[in-house]
């Protein structure tokens, strides 16, 4: 099992944080080979489901989750949304919080723990780096683009 948490403060509102790092398809628009598909009906809440689809041809996966905890901030009140990763290859969950930073920006932090299954847990320092590194790059892209 991998667990990593990523941090980053942003000089955006606590709203437009959450909406970055939340509308699921931009997912795709930052991770390489993958694509998003929510299953159930828009807006987010409790119960929404998606599908993050990552690789090409027959060395591709699917990333099934559900969003467990969904409680949106205000403009000054803090945020939380809670993945539960329920996919016969990775498994775990992902927390995504925003709360108020310093000098009115907001202050995100990225919680994640996976499985993978498969590789044995010799390699779990292998995939926490790497998973570091691509959902590093993945929430700064997010956190940049409008």
Same mark, same amino acid.
């Given at each position: 099992? /991998?667990?990593?948490?990523? =941090?980053?403060? #942003? !000089?955006?509102?606590?709203? =437009?944080? &959450? ?7 931009r ?14 009906? =828009? !807006?987010t809440?409790e ?5 993050? %689809?990552?690789?090409?041809?027959p060395?591709?996966?699917?990333d099934?989750?559900? +969003?467990?905890? &969904?409680?949106? !901030? @205000? ?17 775990? &969950?992902?927390?995504?919080?925003v709360?108020?930073g !310093?000098?009115?920006? /907001? %202050?995100?932090? &990225?919680r994640?723990?996976?499985? #993978? ?9 292998v995939? =926490? %780096? /790497?998973?570091?590194? +691509?959902? @590093?790059? /993945? ?6 683009? #409008?």
């Amino acid at each position: 099992m /991998a667990n990593f948490l990523l =941090e980053r403060t #942003v !000089p955006l509102p606590l709203p =437009e944080a &959450w909406r970055r790092l939340t509308e699921w398809p931009r997912h795709a628009d930052v991770v390489p080979l993958t694509r998003v598909r929510v299953t159930t009906p =828009e !807006p987010t809440h409790e119960g929404t489901r998606f599908v993050a %689809r990552s690789g090409l041809g027959p060395l591709s996966f699917e990333d099934p989750m559900e +969003v467990t905890v &969904w409680q949106p !901030p @205000g403009d000054d009140t803090p945020g939380r949304c809670r993945l539960e990763k329920r996919g016969r290859v990775i498994t775990g &969950w992902a927390e995504i919080e925003v709360r108020p930073g !310093p000098g009115g920006r /907001a %202050r995100v932090v &990225w919680r994640e723990e996976l499985r #993978v299954r498969f590789v044995p847990g010799v390699l779990d320092g292998v995939v =926490e %780096r /790497a998973a570091r590194y +691509v959902f @590093g790059r /993945a929430m700064n892209r997010l956190l940049r683009r #409008v």
